[in-house]
């Protein structure tokens, strides 16, 4: 069973900008985050409809599927005669039967691969480098079955079907032209193949694409394998706005930022079906990509049924088993990316029988698993505040999985998110359902859609999902004074601030060097070691002593926080000594903001036992200078009292591992001894 529960942005648009750079048709928009000015890239609608689709097919159908290797690639001399493109029993109809049952809301076509076969009749014509003009003569109107427009049926069957419909087309090979990379080669031409110059080459691209773009009806996707050239851009985005101004295109940026469309969508490095665990729809780099890009730029990740990424029909060639197809739904639509599953119909022009099949099972599992969630039977509205979701379900309901989504209609917000769940059916439990929240589910991305899977199915009365985001919560300082009436947010702002308005306070050392080491750690603190700040929360009244779990991006974080106060120890001596000043033996001399800082990570170290074996002495007694500081101990107090008030304490994060057999732990209040582990 599942959960599943929808993250709103829960923010308005405070500034909406775009770049300046006169060369390119397309510039991003984006905002600007009312938390600490940086850019929030903002989607297209068409963007975020696609992102609705979720699933695809790239249906490889082409002069390839009659030769025995995948394809033309690499082998740029290879040009399949016409007469092998002769599909007896082909039906376009049947094809989409496949894509629906699997679930697909969008097929593109491969048009014209890497051999350069056009499975439309072209009516293109060129000059050669002779000079004479001809005819593009490497199409189906050239093959047995000279009077199809494979393109043609492909669409009205798309259209039957209700089923988006767009192009694949090769713009940087060409087998056919003799063109590898967007450039002729300089080699004798092989059997079958024409000679050009590159100009016209591009011409010839241009052309092929206008009538793929005004002859089909409106695109949902164009594809462009391999990207384009940089002498293409240029017409290639005029003849976008032209005439397919709403199609997604997918590589239409490169990795520098510059993009032919609006409408962008980005490789995501791999044709394995698995996106990383961290996916952003912001970034154009083949990968995760960058959630602080100003470019909204989604990742689709493409695989294949068939094995060995064999993409053309292989004759007996294996399929993925249905577990692993499963797998692949989840590390791609689960990892916030669209899925585009290659669809290979055989040299009969039908999808296979066992394809259709496995096909079919995918889309069962799916339907099954996904279609009904579980409905709670209230959320509190008192929790609704700052991102958060309280459910609450009429029984004890066994749930297996969390699937969250997010609103990214003013951009993807959301930085990092927490699920924790009242377990009933744990040994601790015995019986009752007073039990304590047990964190379940943690993450950074959510996006389109993260769907988070547990070991095992577990027995919950309430859910608690809580979000962080650009756009959250954040101290905020009024000051007193009549003659200022402002309000500064994020509190390295707030405390530069104060620096600035109390010069005579050491909040940062006078010493320019100084200054700077301090002002480095106390950014790194704001804006780093986030798994020890999200899933290692601050308790100011538990206290566990052993077998916490650690995963190793917290425990190095761990090991840099404890590097970081040992560098700034040492070099705060040795400065201090070189000016013959007093050290106090704070992180920089003496107490100032890098200590503020720190301080409630340090209060992780004692809370949840973090290890010291790699502590310094230079860091070991920094860590004994805070933890016996008199002022931080009546602070501590308070810390304590608000702990323990119902109306201030944050229930959902104390004792986070109580019931757990393996993990020791206790309770304590103003017990000021640390004790290195």
């Given at each position: ?374 409905t709670p039977k209230e959320t509190k509205p008192e929790h609704n505040e700052a991102g958060s979701y309280f459910l609450v379900f009429d029984v004890p309901t066994a749930i297996d999985r969390i ?191 890098a200590d503020a800082f720190y301080w409630p990570l340090l209060w992780r170290f004692r809370t949840y036992n973090l290890p010291l074996t790699t502590a310094s002495p230079e860091a070991l007694q ?56």
């Amino acid at each position: 069973m599942k959960l599943f529960h929808t993250l709103p942005a829960g923010a308005c648009i405070v500034i909406c900008a775009t770049a300046s750079n006169p060369h390119k048709v397309y510039e991003p928009k984006y905002r600007l985050s009312p938390i600490d000015g940086s850019k929030i890239a903002l989607p297209t609608a068409e963007q975020l409809a696609f992102q609705d689709k979720e699933i695809g097919v790239l249906i490889h159908y082409n002069i390839a599927t009659y030769i025995d290797i995948d394809g033309c690639n690499n082998v740029p001399s290879l040009v399949p005669n016409q007469d092998l493109f002769d599909p007896a029993l082909i039906n376009t109809d049947q094809w989409m039967d496949t894509v629906t049952a699997l679930g697909g809301k969008y097929a593109t076509l491969v048009a014209k691969h890497n051999c350069g076969f056009t499975t439309w009749p072209s009516k293109v014509e060129f000059p050669t480098l002779g000079n004479k003009t001809i005819p593009y003569n490497y199409t189906i109107s050239q093959s047995p079955v000279h009077d199809r427009d494979i393109v043609g049926s492909f669409v009205e069957s798309a259209q039957k079907y209700s089923i988006g419909h767009g192009f694949y087309y090769s713009v940087v090979v060409n087998n056919f032209l003799n063109v590898q990379n967007s450039e002729v080669l300089n080699t004798s031409l092989a059997w079958g193949q024409v000679g050009i110059s590159d100009s016209t080459y591009d011409q010839i691209v241009f052309d092929q694409l206008s009538e793929l773009w005004t002859q089909y009806g409106n695109l949902t996707e164009i594809w462009f394998d391999g990207g384009y050239s940089s002498t293409q851009m240029g017409q290639l985005e005029s003849l976008l706005q032209a005439h397919q101004p709403q199609a997604i295109v997918y590589n239409a940026c490169d990795t520098n930022g510059t993009c032919v469309s609006a409408n962008s969508v980005r490789w995501i490095g791999t044709e394995t079906g698995e996106a990383p665990e961290e996916n952003w729809s912001t970034g154009v780099t083949t990968d995760g990509g960058d959630p602080t890009s100003p470019i909204f730029c989604p990742a689709e990740c493409d695989t294949t049924l068939q094995t060995d990424d064999r993409w053309f029909f292989g004759v007996d060639q294996p399929l993925r088993s249905i577990e692993e197809m499963i797998d692949v739904y989840h590390t791609t639509v689960g990892r916030n990316c669209i899925l585009e599953l290659d669809l290979a119909p055989d040299r009969s022009g039908l999808i296979p029988a066992r394809h259709a099949a496995r096909y079919k099972q995918l889309g069962d599992f799916i339907s099954s698993c996904y279609d009904k969630p579980i409905t709670p039977k209230e959320t509190k509205p008192e929790h609704n505040e700052a991102g958060s979701y309280f459910l609450v379900f009429d029984v004890p309901t066994a749930i297996d999985r969390i699937v969250l989504m997010e609103d990214q209609t003013n951009g993807q917000v959301i930085r990092s998110y927490q699920v924790r769940a009242k377990i009933v059916d744990s040994q601790e439990a015995n019986g009752t359902l007073n039990v304590p929240w047990t964190l379940v589910s943690n993450g950074t991305s959510v996006g389109h859609k993260k769907i988070d899977l547990f070991d095992k199915a577990i027995t919950v009365t309430e859910v608690l999902a809580k979000k962080k985001s650009k756009t959250g919560l954040v101290p905020v300082l009024t000051p007193l004074s009549p003659t200022l009436d402002i309000q500064i947010c994020d509190s390295l702002a707030i405390c530069e601030f104060l620096a600035e308005s109390h010069p005579e306070l050491p909040l940062w050392p006078k010493d320019p060097v100084l200054r700077a080491l301090a002002r480095s750690a106390a950014a790194e603190m704001h804006s780093g070691f986030a798994e020890l700040r999200t899933n290692h929360p601050g308790n100011f009244i538990a206290k566990y002593t052993g077998n916490v779990p650690v995963t190793d991006k917290a425990r190095k974080e761990t090991e840099r926080a404890l590097t970081l106060w040992h560098d700034a120890r040492t070099k705060t001596v040795q400065r201090l000594k070189e000016l013959g000043e007093e050290d106090e033996g704070y992180l920089f001399g003496k107490f100032g903001i890098a200590d503020a800082f720190y301080w409630p990570l340090l209060w992780r170290f004692r809370t949840y036992n973090l290890p010291l074996t790699t502590a310094s002495p230079e860091a070991l007694q920094w860590i004994k200078k805070m933890w016996s500081d008199t002022t931080l101990k009546l602070l501590g107090k308070d810390y304590f009292k608000q702990a323990e008030d119902p109306e201030t304490a944050m229930a959902q994060f104390d004792d986070i591992f109580k019931g757990n057999p393996e993990i020791q732990y206790g309770q304590f209040k103003e017990d000021w001894e640390f004790v290195a582990a």
